[in-house]
């Protein structure tokens, strides 16, 4: 590996030139500028990952040098100090992308952690930027980790995706991040100066859903009490996102059919209809093509929303990408909740790299978050992660007792009998709380509740296995 290249700035020669003496002599290439000014001629010109800066400077001062830095190389890492701190300040200068601060004077010992960190942190962010050469604006994509070959082909998609004005419908499991991918076209497409209005069909009730889509005249229905410009009308000129659509009862799917050929929709109440310019992007988490086939779906809907299907991957499929979601994670819940913890053991790494991810990188997001609040500093060890993660198959059955009878006997009818019994005994322990239950099986809640369907296993009376 080169060398790594670190910018030293600050007015005050004798501490610029004690802090390069130090990191020169532990091995880095040291470059120094006497001011914001003079260090952001200096940063392309010597080509550095890390800038070491002090706050208090003529001319361009270290908050407003880290601003302009951040806004042309986001990739470059920073570290600040000053010879006081206030939560304000610390506050505004983690805000504006600053990677760590301390406070004058400081131990060099502390100094080379940060440095180190910073650096590793530095590699991840640029791996993954190298990796991503055929995307023209890595800016607007860069909330969306990933560096699997799955995710690389994402990132082709969005970006070829978001220049045609195509229906999109994305597939992917809760939390693979099919909201983040809705924004990312919308972003990089014509329509980005206009509104991404977001709406989740499952969460509104069904008699609403109409009037919440395409508006109402006052009077139109009790408690209309004013007209009302719906959400298609919000989104004129711009994206409207589409959530849960397979939850879409079916005399809407029929309206929103309607629109989408006549690009005109009709207010609850409205006698004449209007015009729209709206580009629609659905998405959903359960398998259309099996709603399509049991008649839960319009077919003739589902090929009007699927003219540019996308299929997001579990994060499970691709492990590759998980180091470096936990690190990012680490990294913005560091800064956000002011904590200062350092990283993860091998072992944890090697254990949330081989779990299952039910919950894909919303779970993993919220363990990190978890785990940093809960932390504080140093490093995360097994001993941090919650139970559940510790194991990548969790606690193991003993199978001892299990004997196989002398003349054999029937392995399927066994396993469905084994697992139609954890079923109800997990159904059972959560006070028949679906959620919760499908939590102790790792399962997902709609994945239990698809297994209690097909098996006809009822919670509390008599059971049958299908
Ligand atoms: N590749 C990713 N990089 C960074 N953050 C991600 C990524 N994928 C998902 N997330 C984060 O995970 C969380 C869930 O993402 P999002 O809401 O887009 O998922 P979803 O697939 O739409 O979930 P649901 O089906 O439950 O609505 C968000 O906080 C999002 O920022």
Redo the contacts with the bound molecule.
């Keep these: 590996m080169d060398t790594p290249r670190i910018l030293i700035a600050d007015d005050d020669k004798k501490t610029r030139d004690f802090v390069a003496a130090f990191l020169s002599y532990k091995g880095y290439q040291v470059f120094q500028a006497f001011d914001g000014q003079d260090a952001l001629q200096k940063i392309e010109l010597n080509d550095v990952q890390m800038v070491i800066t002090d706050i208090m400077m003529p001319r361009v001062n270290g908050l407003e040098f880290i601003k302009q830095l951040k806004s042309i190389r986001p990739d470059i890492v920073t570290i600040a100090y000053s010879a006081f701190a206030n939560f304000e300040m610390t506050a505004n200068l983690l805000k504006a992308g600053a990677f760590f601060y301390l406070e004058k004077p400081f131990n060099l010992d502390e100094l080379e952690t940060h440095v180190k960190r910073g650096l590793e942190h530095q590699a991840l962010q640029s791996k993954s930027f190298r990796s991503k050469p055929c995307i023209k604006n890595r800016a607007l994509l860069n ?4 560096e699997s070959e799955k ?1 690389l082909s994402l990132f082709e998609m969005i970006e070829k995706v978001s220049s045609s004005d195509s229906t999109v419908l994305i597939q ?10 809705a924004r990312a076209i919308h972003d990089l497409s014509t329509r980005a100066q206009k509104n991404f209005v977001a709406v ?1 069909c499952a969460a509104i009730p069904d008699d609403l859903l109409e009037s919440e889509l395409f508006g109402h005249v006052k009077g139109s229905f009790t408690g209309a009490v004013a007209t009302r410009i719906g959400r298609f009308e919000m989104a004129d000129k711009g994206t409207l996102f589409l ?2 659509i397979g939850d879409m009862k079916a005399n809407l799917q029929v309206k929103l059919l309607r629109v989408l050929q006549n690009k005109e929709l009709e207010p609850v109440g409205a006698s004449r209809p209007k015009k729209v310019d709206v580009r629609i992007i659905a ?1 959903t ?1 359960q398998n259309l093509d099996q709603l399509v086939v049991s008649k839960a779906f319009r077919e003739d809907l589902y090929y009007r929303l699927s003219v540019i299907p996308i299929m ?1 991957p579990a994060l499970r499929e691709r492990d590759a ?1 998980i180091a470096l ?1 936990l690190n ?1 994670f680490l990294d913005k819940f560091n800064r956000s909740k002011q904590r200062n913890v350092q990283g993860f053991d091998r072992d944890v790494m090697e254990v949330l790299s081989s779990y299952d991810w039910p919950g ?3 779970e993993l ?1 919220n363990l990190v978050e978890r785990m940093v609040i809960l932390k504080g500093s140093g490093i995360i060890s097994l001993n941090d992660l919650p139970e559940k993660y510790r194991g990548k198959r969790g606690p193991v059955m003993r199978t001892e007792q299990v004997n196989l009878p002398e003349s054999g006997f029937c392995l399927n009818s066994a396993v469905e009998e084994f697992e139609n019994r954890l079923i109800l005994q997990a159904l059972q322990r959560s006070g028949g709380n679906k959620k919760e239950a499908a939590e102790l099986l790792n399962l997902k809640r709609t994945t239990l509740i698809e297994k209690l369907k097909k098996k006809k296993l009822v919670f509390g009376e008599t059971h049958t296995a299908g």
């Design positions: 909330n969306i980790i990933g995710m992917g499991e809760s939390g693979t991040g099919k909201e983040l991918v989740n959530d849960e998405a988490n997001l990408d979601l990012s894909n990188v919303r997001e």
